[in-house]
């Protein structure tokens, strides 16, 4: 979809004066590799973010690195509940990433660290559970091959991986190019950091 997108616009991608807009930057992407540190501020705030590869192989290069961050975003692309592995073809993707959470927010690293839940690619979904069923995933839904019942099993399939009952999976529905609704989700999340922030300062 997003090739297409690009081929569609080969005559302003190529043109000497070319620049590319919000939307071409946010439509690349770069498989991520090892620990990247990025550095930002938001609402005056300062701060630090660590991107993973969550691929089998990057995982043992990470898991144990990160005790005392604050906060963990955990993406999921929802649009792949009808995918496999790339290594391992027997294996569904969301499948893997329902066990990698179970052991991410489980995890004796992050007792008390914030689990922010992205689902990505909503809008990817919503087009893809009209024809292709989610019990190529979950063989035991039974709901409606729609958006909002499918997304809402999704959803709590992640959540009841979680085995603390003092910990809160803060869940968002995303997409990534679509910048107001990231807007909003960031403004949740850096609201979840900053009390949780003041709750261990015991301010909160």
Avoid at 55 to 75: P, Y
Avoid at 76 to 105: G, P, W
């Amino acid at each position: 979809m997003f090739v297409y997108s690009f081929l569609d616009d080969l005559d302003r991608l190529g043109a000497r004066d070319y620049q590319p807009t919000e939307q071409d930057i946010l439509r690349t992407r770069v498989k991520t590799t090892g620990i990247v540190e990025v550095h930002f501020s938001f609402k005056n705030l300062n701060f630090k973010l660590f991107d993973v590869g969550g691929q089998r192989s990057e995982r043992k290069k990470w898991i144990h690195c990160f005790e005392d961050v604050t906060a963990i975003i955990f993406c999921v692309a929802m649009s792949e509940y009808d995918q496999v592995l790339h290594e391992d073809e027997t294996t569904n993707r969301m499948q893997e990433s329902l066990k990698l959470f179970d052991s991410i927010c489980n995890n004796k690293w992050f007792t008390d660290t914030s689990i922010i839940l992205f689902l990505n690619k909503k809008d990817l979904f919503e087009e893809k559970i009209r024809k292709s069923p989610l019990t190529i995933c979950f063989p035991e839904y039974t709901g409606a091959q729609e958006y909002g019942e499918a997304a809402a099993y999704i959803q709590a399939q992640f959540e009841a991986k979680n085995k603390s009952t003092t910990k809160e999976i803060y869940c968002h529905m995303t997409c990534a190019t679509d910048t107001n609704n990231i807007q909003f989700v960031f403004d949740a999340v850096t609201d979840v950091i900053i009390a949780n922030n003041l709750r261990g300062c015991g301010l909160y």
